[in-house]
């Protein structure tokens, strides 16, 4: 019969005693309460493994449940700046997969780094006028959770993918709020207008014709957002979710990672 591992968290505000089965190591059971916890004050964590290994470990753990606005990370190429943005409180990893991007890069890539972010990590797959097929094949072989419509798709596109999915927009001063609820999405990205990217140009979106689509639905704020402009965007348009990309990086891809930490603690505090 195998040994069983009890682990207790204790905090100011909880306390939990869970009996485990199957767990082979002590980091096992760490890496699954770092996935399921992730408090902003300190945790202690007792692991009680069989009768003879006792082991108490002092982490820091942030969490995205006491605060309404979602973060997204988006165009990462490096496993561990991925890994990274999820520890910070990232809740949603974006993945380009348009191969007109700087930011780009091969499923085989994305698979293994999304096969080394844990499980509770949600990742994102940013497409531009691809096809169903093409998207689900991807999907399927990277091991994504949701789509990031980025181009110009039509509505019969979208109903064709087998993945969830949600529609961004190119918001303009000609820009009809009408497009937005033709897709019948719940969730839905709206970013500066470009005639010459499809996201991650790092231009500014107009605050003012954001604002119009907030009440529209989950609506993911993204668009030159930087960790200076960042609060405030969030207090004029109350989005569901801000969606960051160029505005914390060193170059196309590569994460500046303290700006990555100033923009996340910017609205987690």
């Known amino acids: 019969m195998q040994p069983k591992s009890t682990v207790e968290i204790k905090s100011e505000k909880i306390f939990v005693s869970v009996i485990f ?5 002590s980091s096992d059971i760490l890496d699954f309460f770092r996935c399921l916890f992730r408090w902003s004050s300190y945790l202690r964590i007792t692991i009680n493994s069989g009768v003879s290994t006792k082991k108490t470990i002092r982490m820091e753990m942030k969490t995205n449940s006491s605060r ?13 700046q991925a890994l990274s943005c999820f520890e910070m409180g990232a809740d949603l990893i974006g993945f380009n997969c348009w191969n007109g991007s700087s930011r780009y890069i091969v499923p085989e890539i994305i698979s293994e780094i999304v096969s080394e972010l844990p499980e509770s990590a949600r990742t994102v797959g940013i497409f531009v006028n691809e096809s169903p097929d093409s998207i689900n094949n991807i999907m399927k072989q990277t091991g994504m959770d949701l789509v990031q419509l980025h181009g110009d798709e039509a509505l019969e596109t979208c109903k064709k993918l ?16 009408s497009l937005i609820k033709h897709y019948k999405q719940e ?14 140009s790092g231009r500014k979106i107009d605050i003012d014709i954001a604002r119009k689509a907030s009440g529209l639905g989950k609506m993911i704020l993204a668009g030159g957002l930087t960790p200076e402009n960042v609060e405030e965007a969030v207090k004029k348009v109350k989005p569901w979710a801000v969606d960051v990309c160029s505005g914390v990086e060193s170059k196309p891809g590569i994460k500046d990672m303290r700006l990555v930490e100033k923009f996340i603690k910017k609205i987690i505090k």
């Open 21 to 25: 089965q199957n767990f082979d190591h």
């Open 68 to 80: 309404q606005i979602q973060i997204k990370i988006c165009g990462l190429t490096k496993p561990d």
């Open 162 to 177: 087998e993945f969830p999915w949600f529609k961004a927009f190119r918001l303009s001063a000609k820009f009809k709020m």
């Open 187 to 200: 969730t839905f990205l709206v970013d500066a207008f470009s005639k010459d990217h499809f996201g991650g």
